[in-house]
């Protein structure tokens, strides 16, 4: 089955001479979700740029599904659906207007593409602002207007960079099922984002770049089997004994009934609960201290930095 | 894409642009309605009752066909150069560039809204103008092909200047220094032959007086300059407009990065 993309040795120099991708490389199976993270200016978005034609290459080759870019970029096209980072749509017009107007761009005749408009409207839960000027949509919902245009023409390879910047947790949370729905239907998605707990709740595979170049490729699960530590948070039904200590272990006590261990790989954590166990400390629940994915990320960064 | 993507595509542009500019009719239409009412009180009737004949007309007759095809100019450059530019301004341009749409369906989009609100305005132009003075139409054809031919020029002038404008005072600049002055200067309120020889020779740089007279000659019959040549001349520049601007879109120039 062909890859949903490939990218060998794609490069971008600007005109000011700043080089933003050097030779990059990859590939994003068809029904994946992928996360392409990476620090600020790493050239997440320039990559995106150079697949939706806004930014043009300096040399490499991209291909999404059958289609070259350099060959057939309007086939290309077609294949993809984007998001962009910020709001790029006009302000004046109304998001029915907007959607059926980007269905004709792609060759829709007027009623389907209004059809279309309606079913990702209503999809996206903002039927009820079809005639409401776009400017007086709220951050979240002009991000899920932006959402509704991109999948107008029903794209197999959706492209979201920071799809939900600026959102509040609720709306990201019903944006994550419905982005987990189509993907489940069969849409392969990229996403780049800056909430790592996202791409970890999200994505199956991730690609980390910085300074242009790719450091890490590989599926989420591999990346975190990397981890060498992880630090969990026990919250205590009782204070703890004033001289507690897990043999083997590196704690800290946050206060009477909260405690941080820290686990290396190899450890069991079973060990854990039968040292509390025999000092009857009763633990009401646990959670990681920091995002487990952002930690190998910031690793990731820092080593190529 | 195939053809009937293409023109689903090009009607989907050009329904944007009429709806556009008709929703801000009062901006729109309803200025050069107003502007040129005035030069015809003014020039027409205050002033031109007292300058007698020119060219065979009374100076009301003269002056009109000029004056429809300056609303013309100002309209089509005016709706191409704030359409496009104001896309560009607020990246919604990017919703076009993102999408299969063949660069020449693009801008064949932008400047079929630009040519039909130049003849909207030039329909409500001589339609006041006949409250001032009576219009005989010398050739009909003569007319529709240098209203189309004009317009579309402008209609591509008004897209270049959006293209390279970097802000909104940009897209006055033209208009106000170059297009307004050349439009003055290009026989809308006199005839050559009362210029002296070296300003009659200076005009004939003017690419506006090729446009007013080849107009007149459709409306009155009467020209200062040969109508294969004007019309030559503005093939020409249309010409030469069109692949400048295929240019700009093709290598992306100021529109991608």
């Given at each position: 089955m062909l890859p949903a993309l490939t990218i060998e040795n794609l490069t971008k120099t600007y005109d000011n001479g700043f080089q933003a991708l050097k030779g990059i490389s990859l590939t994003v199976a068809q029904g994946d979700f992928y996360a392409l993270l990476g620090p600020n200016g790493a050239g997440k978005s320039t990559t995106i740029g150079i697949l939706c034609s806004l930014v043009n290459k300096s040399a490499g080759r991209v291909q999404v599904f059958d289609a070259d870019i350099d060959v057939d970029f309007p086939a290309a096209k077609k294949y993809i659906g984007i998001v962009p980072q910020e709001f790029n749509f006009n302000i004046f017009e109304k998001p029915f207007d907007i959607i059926a107007n980007q269905g004709g761009y792609y060759g829709m005749p007027r009623a389907l593409a209004e059809e279309r408009a309606e079913k990702y409207l209503k999809a996206?839960?903002?039927?009820?602002?079809?005639?409401?000027?776009?400017?007086?949509?709220?951050?979240?919902?002009?991000?899920?207007?932006?959402?509704?245009?991109?999948?107008?023409?029903?794209?197999?390879?959706?492209?979201?960079?920071?799809?939900?910047?600026?959102?509040?947790?609720e709306m990201r949370r019903s944006m994550w099922e419905f982005l987990k729905r189509i993907n489940a239907e069969g849409t392969t998605i990229i996403l780049t984002t800056h909430y790592l707990e996202e791409a970890e709740a999200l994505c199956r595979h991730v690609g980390i770049i910085n300074h242009g170049e790719i450091v890490e490729n590989t599926s989420i699960r591999e990346l975190l089997r990397q981890l060498q530590r992880e630090v969990f948070i026990l919250d205590c039904v009782d204070a703890l004994p004033a001289d507690f200590a897990i043999e083997g272990f590196v704690t800290r006590r946050m206060d009477d009934h909260c405690l941080e261990v820290e686990v290396e790989k190899g450890q069991a954590i079973n060990q854990v609960f039968a040292s509390l166990d025999r000092q009857g400390v009763q633990i009401a629940s646990m959670r990681n201290r920091a995002n487990r994915l952002e930690e190998m990320f910031v690793k990731l960064v820092e080593g190529a930095a | 894409m195939n053809s009937?993507?293409?023109?689903?595509?090009?009607?989907?542009?050009v329904r944007k642009e009429v709806r556009r500019y008709m929703r801000i009719w009062t901006q729109t239409l309803l200025p050069s309605a107003i502007t040129m009412s005035l030069y015809f009180i003014i020039f027409g009737s205050l002033i031109g009752s007292r300058i007698g004949e020119m060219g065979g007309f009374t100076y009301m007759q003269f002056v009109v066909p000029g004056l429809i095809m300056m609303a013309i100019v100002t309209n089509s450059y005016a709706n191409v150069v704030s359409?496009?530019?104001?896309?560009?301004?607020?990246?919604?341009?990017?919703?076009?560039?993102?999408?299969?749409?063949?660069?020449?369906?693009?801008?064949?989009?932008?400047?079929?809204?630009?040519?039909?609100?130049?003849?909207?305005?030039?329909?409500?132009?001589?339609?006041?103008?006949?409250?001032?003075?009576h219009l005989h139409i010398h050739n009909i054809w003569v007319v529709i092909a240098i209203v189309l031919l004009t317009s579309t020029l402008f209609s591509l002038a008004g897209f270049i200047n959006a293209v390279y404008a970097n802000s909104f005072d940009d897209i006055s600049i033209v208009p106000t220094f170059v297009l307004t002055p050349l439009t003055y200067l290009g026989g809308v309120f006199y005839s050559m032959?009362?210029?002296?020889?070296?300003?009659?020779?200076?005009?004939?740089?003017?690419?506006?007086?090729?446009?007013?007279?080849?107009?007149?000659?459709?409306?009155?019959?009467?020209s200062d300059v040969s109508q294969?040549?004007?019309?030559?001349?503005?093939?020409?520049?249309?010409?030469?407009?069109?692949?400048?601007?295929?240019?700009?879109l093709n290598t992306g120039k100021r529109l991608r990065q």
């Open positions: 996206l839960g903002i039927w009820d602002k079809r005639d409401t000027p776009s400017r007086a949509l709220s951050g979240g919902m002009k991000r899920r207007l932006m959402i509704a245009r991109a999948l107008v023409h029903e794209p197999k390879l959706l492209i979201l960079d920071e799809p939900t910047a600026g959102v509040d947790i | 009937t993507e293409k023109y689903n595509a090009y009607m989907t542009i359409s496009f530019y104001g896309a560009k301004f607020n990246h919604s341009v990017e919703e076009l560039l993102v999408s299969p749409t063949p660069n020449y369906i693009v801008l064949l989009g932008y400047v079929t809204g630009g040519v039909t609100r130049g003849l909207l305005v030039a329909i409500v132009v001589t339609l006041v103008s006949l409250f001032f003075t032959d009362l210029l002296p020889d070296f300003w009659a020779a200076v005009s004939r740089l003017n690419p506006l007086v090729y446009v007013v007279n080849a107009f007149r000659y459709g409306v009155l019959g009467v294969g040549f004007a019309f030559g001349m503005l093939a020409l520049f249309t010409g030469v407009a069109f692949f400048y601007c295929m240019h700009l």
